[in-house]
């Protein structure tokens, strides 16, 4: 147990039963009655943020998170299959700590996952991904306003919209966060 004082931003906290990690911390003292913090937590697991006031010696639990390196093997069900990069131990992690990023996720790709106590609490995609493009329409000579875009399928079943010139068999840079195109891969 750690006091109120010793709480940084970015710090993991066991509050009020559930993982948050805090967003940001201030230290108030009004000019009557005793400093305290004022938290922005964010629940790990809903994605809600809480406002909490705490007293400047009040307990908290500071929670210790070990986050490494893994590669993402395959999916089963709903969950997706890592391995550790170092000691080769697989883990179930659930595709939800992913995100909209899940998505993106081949086989081979390095992610990052953090455990609290040997239980997967977030994970992160790499946040650019390069993709073939499977399937698109070949784009129509003329057709060529200003930022013209066309959908496309990529190898993991996702349509994204591509600019004209790309074509099919082409590899191209995805944001994973967004989804958006970026550029086209040589």
Do not use: W
């Not at 009004?30 to 913090?37: L, M, R, T």
């Not at 010696?57 to 990069?85: A, K, W």
Request: with cysteine; charged share 30%.
């Amino acid at each position: 147990m750690a006091k109120a004082s010793e709480i940084k931003t970015g710090n993991i906290l066991r509050y009020n039963g559930e993982l948050v990690t805090v967003d940001e911390i201030v230290h108030r003292t009004p000019g009557k009655g005793g400093a305290f913090y004022i938290g922005k937590f964010r629940n790990i697991k809903s994605g809600k943020t809480v406002e909490a006031r705490l007293g400047t010696d009040e307990q908290v639990e500071i929670c210790r998170v070990e986050t490494s390196d893994y590669q993402y093997l395959y999916e089963e069900g709903d969950y997706f299959i890592v391995m550790d990069n170092t000691s080769f131990e697989q883990f179930s992690i659930e595709k939800t700590l992913f995100g909209s990023a899940a998505k993106f996720l081949k086989e081979g790709m390095n992610v990052i996952v953090s455990f609290e106590s040997e239980e997967p609490i977030m994970a992160q995609a790499p946040t650019t991904v390069e993709l073939e493009i499977t399937y698109t329409e070949p784009a129509v000579k003329g057709d060529t306003s200003t930022n013209a875009l066309k959908s496309a399928t990529v190898e993991t079943g996702i349509e994204i919209r591509v600019p004209l010139f790309v074509n099919q068999g082409d590899k191209v840079r995805v944001d994973t966060r967004t989804g958006e195109y970026i550029e086209r891969v040589k």
